[in-house]
């Protein structure tokens, strides 16, 4: 789950972090009365949202008068399609870097990457017992070019940045540029926070934050129905038990020069009527020309998947090609079912084969 950029600031603020003031804006008016309320001479009006529509600066306007403040929220508003404004003080910045925070798979640690100006970067792994240690920290702020003077304020905010992450069940943190301001001051310029779903059960203040207008319609539909749904930009659909599978079933897709169109675990006890569901969901995608269906049968008996399948695409009228791989508990049943359906399966022997011949499927092949 992904938070706004005044929000993620909210956060770092209660974790001691330092930021620009600033308001949050709904219309032009409201704008221009944060500029007056912040006072000075320079503003900045930062767009917020979830996607990177960001990425290229047009959602990031700087104002040197309050009517200019209100011009540019109009058209960020108008222009974008934006439903809210950060208006904040100009910071004057000296130097930027970057801080990101995420989970190593491998390590299963929390791993820390800082970046400075000319975009070196460097690492440090997170003992989850002792935490970010003050010479961890330190050695990364010298690493990336932070004077000495304001070494300890860029360790208090790496440290706190990591009691935020790991207090608050965060799957990745940005803050992207830290700056170094013209007066010795190290604050975050903005912020970027995601979370672990599995974890908002006990974080119901990060939950409350959730922004489901940004958030792909189909994507919430699914965690509706049980389904763990990532719409993709490929075309081919994949319907996978278990998350680990899923990547390695993508992972092969495009080993063979495909691109999948979604990720898609229906997890260990789906129900016929899950599948169907996560057929249909895969079927609102325009650009789908073939799916892949990737069963290790364990919990899930490769004979229910099977017939599953068969429902769904009976009652989906299924147009686009579908390869089956099936593994495990009760595989030579599943085969015949798919085999006595009528339907034109194409049936697959291992990952690669059925990554090849999805692929192939997609052009046409």
Same mark, same amino acid.
């Given at each position: 789950?992904?938070?706004?950029?005044?929000?993620?600031?909210?956060?770092?603020?209660?974790?001691?972090?330092?930021?620009?003031?600033?308001?949050?804006?709904?219309?032009?008016?409201?704008?221009?009365?944060?500029?007056?309320?912040?006072?000075?001479?320079?503003?900045?009006?930062?767009?917020?949202?979830?996607?990177?529509?960001?990425?290229?600066?047009?959602?990031?306007?700087?104002?040197?008068?309050?009517?200019?403040?209100?011009?540019? $929220?109009?058209?960020?508003?108008?222009?974008?399609?934006?439903?809210?404004?950060?208006?904040?003080?100009?910071?004057?910045?000296?130097?930027?870097?970057?801080?990101?925070?995420?989970?190593?798979?491998?390590?299963?640690?929390?791993?820390?990457?800082?970046?400075?100006?000319?975009?070196? $970067?460097?690492?440090?792994?997170?003992?989850?017992?002792?935490?970010?240690?003050?010479?961890?920290?330190?050695?990364?702020?010298?690493?990336?070019?932070?004077?000495?003077?304001?070494?300890?304020?860029?360790?208090?905010?790496?440290?706190?940045?990591?009691?935020?992450?790991?207090?608050?069940?965060?799957?990745?943190?940005?803050?992207?540029?830290?700056?170094?301001?013209?007066?010795?001051?190290?604050?975050?310029?903005?912020?970027?926070?995601?979370?672990?779903?599995?974890?908002?059960?006990?974080?119901?203040?990060?939950?409350?934050?959730?922004?489901?207008?940004?958030?792909?319609?189909?994507?919430?539909?699914?965690?509706?129905?049980?389904?763990?749904?990532?719409?993709?930009?490929?075309?081919?659909?994949?319907?996978?038990?278990?998350?680990?599978?899923?990547?390695?079933?993508?992972?092969?897709?495009?080993?063979?020069?495909?691109?999948?169109?979604?990720?898609?675990?229906?997890?260990?006890?789906?129900?016929?009527?899950?599948?169907?569901?996560?057929?249909?969901?895969?079927?609102?995608?325009?650009?789908?020309?073939?799916?892949?269906?990737?069963?290790?049968?364990?919990?899930?008996r490769c004979d229910l998947v099977a017939q599953s399948v068969v429902d769904a695409a009976r009652e989906?009228?299924?147009?686009?090609?579908?390869?089956?791989?099936?593994?495990?508990?009760?595989?030579?049943?599943?085969?015949?079912?798919?085999?006595?359906?009528?339907?034109?399966?194409?049936?697959?022997?291992?990952? $690669?084969?059925?990554?090849?011949?999805?692929? $192939?499927?997609?052009?046409?092949?």
């Amino acid at each position: 789950m992904n938070i706004h950029e005044y929000q993620g600031k909210d956060v770092l603020r209660r974790y001691g972090v330092a930021s620009p003031r600033g308001f949050l804006c709904h219309s032009p008016q409201e704008a221009e009365e944060a500029a007056l309320r912040l006072g000075g001479r320079t503003w900045m009006v930062k767009a917020q949202v979830h996607a990177a529509r960001r990425g290229n600066g047009d959602g990031v306007r700087q104002a040197w008068t309050v009517p200019e403040v209100r011009k540019h $929220a109009g058209a960020l508003l108008d222009g974008l399609g934006v439903r809210r404004l950060l208006v904040e003080e100009r910071t004057e910045i000296r130097q930027a870097f970057s801080i990101h925070m995420a989970v190593d798979r491998d390590t299963q640690r929390v791993v820390l990457v800082a970046s400075d100006e000319g975009g070196g $970067a460097h690492t440090v792994s997170v003992d989850p017992v002792a935490g970010l240690t003050a010479s961890q920290a330190d050695g990364i702020a010298r690493r990336i070019g932070i004077p000495g003077k304001s070494i300890p304020q860029a360790r208090t905010l790496m440290q706190n940045l990591y009691r935020a992450f790991d207090e608050c069940d965060a799957s990745r943190a940005e803050i992207d540029p830290m700056v170094l301001t013209g007066d010795g001051r190290v604050i975050a310029l903005d912020a970027r926070f995601g979370f672990d779903p599995n974890a908002l059960y006990r974080q119901p203040e990060i939950a409350a934050l959730r922004d489901l207008e940004e958030e792909d319609a189909v994507e919430i539909e699914a965690s509706k129905l049980g389904l763990c749904y990532v719409t993709l930009g490929g075309d081919i659909g994949t319907l996978v038990n278990g998350a680990g599978l899923a990547m390695a079933t993508m992972d092969a897709i495009r080993l063979y020069g495909g691109s999948p169109a979604n990720f898609l675990d229906v997890g260990g006890g789906a129900t016929a009527e899950r599948v169907t569901e996560a057929f249909k969901l895969m079927l609102r995608n325009p650009k789908l020309r073939a799916i892949l269906v990737n069963v290790f049968g364990g919990i899930m008996r490769c004979d229910l998947v099977a017939q599953s399948v068969v429902d769904a695409a009976r009652e989906l009228d299924l147009r686009v090609p579908l390869v089956v791989r099936m593994k495990g508990r009760n595989e030579a049943l599943g085969r015949s079912i798919l085999a006595a359906s009528g339907l034109a399966v194409i049936g697959a022997d291992d990952m $690669a084969d059925a990554a090849a011949k999805a692929v $192939a499927a997609a052009r046409g092949h």
